[in-house]
C-alpha cells in the first residue's frame, strides 16, 4: 500500500518536474536529463502495469500476446522520436544497447545476485534451447545486411531492409503463433503469479491510454534534452544511446529480473531478459523500419561493425551460459565482465 | 510400377528435348534452360537409382562408400564443366548454394513439413553432435585461406588451397573409416529400407555408366546455355550458381528428405541434408581444386565473404537447431527465413 | 630412478651446453636454436615438479593457487624477456600459438592416442561446459579490442587493453575464487594422484627459487637465438612464435595430457589442454600488458586478424567437440587438422 503511494508520487512528482524543465527552460541540460531519465522509468513503470491489467482482463491468450508486444513499448516509443528527429544512429545505438543491456546486464546481475543466495540455480533448458537459436536468428538477420551492403546502393540497401523487417515481423508473429498456441503448453513457465488487478477494466484501458501518451510524451522531452548533454559532456551518441538510454529504457526488465532471480525462479527471469531482446531485435528494430517510411526518410536496417561485435558476442556468451540448464555465481560475473569491456569500448570509440 | 513407367518417360523425353534444343539452336535461352534443368533433375534421379543399385551388389561396406561418394556425383559433374571453362566464381556459388540450400532449404523444409504432421519430433542427438562438429570443420577450413589470402601471392595462394584440399580428402576419407568401419554400429541409422533392386548385376552397372555419361553430357548442355540465360535476366552469376544451379542439383535429396520427414523419420531426413552439405565441402570442392590443375587453370579454395557469410550462417542455424535431438515446425520456419533473407541479399548483390 | 636420473642429466647436459653455446658464439645459430629449445624443455619440466612438490607442502588450497598461477611460469618467462626487447609481434604470436596449441595439438594428439586405444572415452560435461563458456570470454575479450581499435589513437588503444587486462585478471582471480572454494566439490577432478614428494619442504623452495632462475636465464638466451635463426630460415616471426616457441613452452602439457588420455583419464587431459589456455588468455596475456608499462614500452593487447582468426577457430572446434562429454579418435583427427592448416597459412603469410 505504502509502496504504490511511494509509485503514485513518484509518477507524478518526476513528470511535473520534468514537464516544468521542458518548457521553462531555467534548469541546465544535466538537470533535465536527469530528471527526464526518472521520469521515463517512472512512465515506464505505470505503462508496464496498465499493460498487465488490461492484459488480465483480455483473456490468456490476447493478454499474452498484449504482454509481449507491448513488453517494450517504452523502448519502442523512444525510439520512434528518435526516428522523426531522423536521428537514426542513436536509434541503432539504443537497440544494439537494449539488445546487450538485456543479455549482459540484467542476465548478468540475476544469475550472479540469484547465485550469491543459491549455490546453483535450475531452468527448463528446452526453452534455453528455443530462445537460443531464435537469438541467433536475430543475429544473423542483422549481420546479413551489414555483410552485402559495401555492394548496394543506398535505395537497394533500404529494400533489403525492408524485405527483411516484413520477413522479421512475419517470423516474430509466427514465433506468438508457436508459443501461445501450438507448442503452449511444453514451453510455457509462469513469470508472474497476478492476484487481483489493481483497477476495474474500464479503469485499465484509460490507464493504458494515459500511460501511452505520458510515455510518448515523455520519450520527446528526453530526446530533445540528449544532444546538449552529450555535447556537453563530450559522449559520443553511440555511447548515449546504448548505455544510457538503454539502461533508462529497460529499468523495468532489470528490477523485475533480479527479483524473480533471488526468489530462485531464475527460468522466469532469463525468459525476462531474453525474451526483451528478442523482441527488441525481431519486433522493434523491424517496425522502426517500416515507420520511417512514414516520416518521409527512410532508415536501413544496417548497424555499424561495432553494433554488430557487441550484439554478436553478447547471444553468443549468453547461448553458452543458458544452455546447460544450470547457473552459478561465476557465470553472472563473466556477463558483466562483457558488458564492462563493451561499455569501455563504446565510450572510448 | 506406373511411377516407374513415368520416370523413364520423363528423363527420356527430357533429355532428348535437350539434346534437340543444344543443337538445333532454335529455341530461345530461357526455354533451353529451363529445359535442361527439368532433364538434370531426371538424369540426376536416374544416376541415383543406378549407385543404389550397384551399392547393393557391392556389398554393404563397399555400396556404403559408393553411396556416400557417389551421392553427390551429379553436383559435381556440374561443376567439373564449369571448372573446364574457367566458370570458378560459379563454380564457388554453386557449392555455396548447395551447402546452404542443403542446411536451410532441404532440411527447413522437411522440419516444417514434418511438423506440420507431427507435434515433436526426435532423432539421435549424437549422430547431430558429430555432424556438427564436421559442419564447422567444413566452415573452418575455408575461413581459413579466405582469411589469409589478402597477404599472399596468387601462386601461393593456390599452394594454400592445394594444401587445404588434400587435408581435406584425408579427413573425409577418415571420416568414412570412422563411420562405417570403426564406429559403426552406435551412428548407423538406416536411410532407406531397399527392397530387391529393380536391375541385375550387369544391368546396375552398365546403367551407372551410362546415368553418368548422361549426367555429363547434360551438365555440359546445361552449362552452356547459363551465361546467355543469366545475361538475358539480369541476373548475377552469383545468384545463378548459389540458387538456380544448387536447387536443380539438389532436387533429388530435397524430395528424399522431405518424404522421411513426413513418415516421422526426422533423423534420416538430416542426416540426408547435412551429409550432403558435409559432402560437397569436405569433398566436392577440394576434388574440384585438385581437377583445375589438370585442366592447366588452377582454381583456388578462396571464397567471398559473401559466400563465408551464408555458409557460416547456415552451418551456425543449423547446428543450434539440431544440438537438441527435438524438431517443431517453428524451426523449420527458421531455417527458411534466413535462406529467404540469404536468397534477397544474393539476388540484389 | 633411473628415469629421475636421466632428467637430471638432460638438465644439467643441456643447460650446460646452452649456456656455453651463448657465451662462446662458437656455434652456428641454428645448433643454438636447437640447444636452447631442448634445454628450455628441461628447465620447464624441472620447474613445473619444484612448483608440484612446493604446492604439496603448501596445503590443498595454497597449494591449488600455486600449480594453477605456475602452471605456465615457463611461457610467461619466455614472453617477459620478449616485451623487455621489445618484441611484441612474436609476443602475441607465441600466445596465440600456445592457446591453438594447448586446443588443438595437445587435445588433439589426446584424443587421438587416447581412441586408438578404448573405443570412446567419457568426461565429466558440467566441467567442459563451464570452461567452454570461458573460453568464449576469452577469445570474445581478445577480439573486442582488435574490433575498436580502427577507430581510437595508440594512447586510447593502450589505455582500453589496460583496462581489458585488468578486468581479465579480476575474473580469472575470481574463476579461481569459484573452482577452488566457493564450488570445489562439484567441479573438482584429481589431475594427478601425487606420491611423497621428492624433496624436503626447504630443498623444494629453494628448488623452485633456482628452477624460475633457470628457466629465465634459458628464456634470454633462447630468445637471443630467435632472430638469427628465423632470418636464417626465412621464417615469420609470427610462424616462430606461433608454433616453434610455442611447442616448445608447452612441452610439459602435451606429456602429462597425452599420458592421462592413454589411461583414459580423457577429463584430466581436457582439463590440463583447456586449463593452460585459459590460463594463458585470461592470466599470461593481461600480466604481460601490465608487465610491459614497468619496461617503459606499453604493449597493447590487440591482436593481428590471422591471431584472431586462429584463436577463434581453435576455440570453437573445440568446445563443439568437448561439449558432448565423449570422444573418440575421429575428433582427435578433426583438431589436428585444423591446427595443420592454420600452421601452412602462418607458415605462408
Redesign the interface.
Known amino acids: 500500500m505504502v509502496k504504490r503511494h511511494a509509485f503514485k508520487i513518484g509518477l507524478i512528482g518526476s513528470f511535473t518536474l520534468s514537464a516544468f524543465a521542458h518548457y521553462s527552460g531555467l534548469l541546465s541540460p544535466i538537470v533535465q536529463f536527469a530528471i527526464s531519465c526518472v521520469a521515463i522509468v517512472f512512465v515506464a513503470g505505470f505503462l508496464g502495469k496498465a499493460t498487465e491489467s488490461v492484459a488480465h482482463y483480455a483473456g490468456e491468450r490476447l493478454g499474452g500476446f498484449l504482454n509481449a508486444t507491448f513488453g517494450n513499448a517504452a523502448e519502442l516509443i523512444i525510439a520512434i522520436f528518435l526516428v522523426k528527429d531522423g536521428l537514426f544512429d542513436i536509434v541503432k545505438a539504443s537497440i544494439t544497447g537494449s539488445i546487450i543491456g538485456n543479455l549482459l546486464l540484467v542476465l548478468g546481475l540475476s544469475v550472479l545476485l540469484g547465485g550469491l543466495r543459491f549455490?546453483?540455480q535450475h531452468f527448463n533448458?528446452?526453452l534455453a534451447?528455443h530462445n537460443?537459436?531464435?537469438m541467433?536468428?536475430a543475429v544473423?538477420?542483422l549481420?546479413?545486411?551489414a555483410?552485402?551492403v559495401g555492394?548496394?546502393t543506398d535505395g537497394?540497401t533500404f529494400?533489403?531492409s525492408l524485405?527483411?523487417a516484413v520477413?522479421?515481423i512475419v517470423?516474430y508473429l509466427?514465433?506468438l503463433l508457436?508459443s501461445m498456441v501450438?507448442?503452449k503448453k511444453?514451453l510455457s513457465d509462469p513469470i508472474v503469479e497476478h492476484g487481483e488487478p489493481a483497477w476495474s477494466k474500464r479503469l485499465s484501458i484509460v490507464f493504458l491510454i494515459l500511460a501511452t501518451s505520458m510515455v510518448a510524451v515523455q520519450s520527446e522531452w528526453l530526446v530533445s534534452t540528449l544532444e546538449v548533454f552529450s555535447h556537453q559532456f563530450g559522449l559520443s551518441e553511440l555511447f548515449v544511446g546504448a548505455f544510457l538510454i538503454a539502461i533508462v529504457g529497460n529499468a523495468a526488465e532489470h528490477s523485475a529480473a533480479i527479483l524473480l532471480a533471488r526468489r530462485n525462479k531464475m527460468g522466469a527471469a532469463i525468459e525476462i531478459a531474453v525474451g526483451s531482446s528478442l523482441q527488441i531485435a525481431l519486433f522493434v528494430a523491424p517496425v522502426l523500419v517500416i515507420i520511417s517510411l512514414f516520416f518521409g526518410h527512410p532508415m536501413n536496417i544496417v548497424f555499424t561493425?561495432?553494433e554488430l561485435?557487441a550484439i554478436g558476442?553478447a547471444v553468443?556468451?549468453a547461448k553458452?551460459?543458458s544452455?546447460?540448464g544450470?547457473t552459478?555465481?561465476?557465470?553472472g560475473?563473466?556477463l558483466l565482465?562483457?558488458y564492462?569491456?563493451?561499455g569501455?569500448?563504446f565510450y572510448?570509440?
Chains 1, 2, 3 share one sequence.
Request: aromatic share 14%.
Open positions: 549455490k546453483e533448458v528446452k534451447s537460443g537459436s531464435l541467433l536468428l544473423i538477420t549481420f546479413i545486411p555483410a552485402f555492394s548496394l537497394e529494400n533489403l524485405f527483411v520477413i522479421l517470423a509466427l514465433w508457436f501450438t507448442h511444453e561493425t561495432f561485435v558476442v553468443i556468451i553458452s551460459i544452455q546447460d544450470t552459478h555465481w561465476y557465470e560475473v563473466l565482465v562483457v564492462g569491456i563493451l569501455i569500448a572510448m570509440v
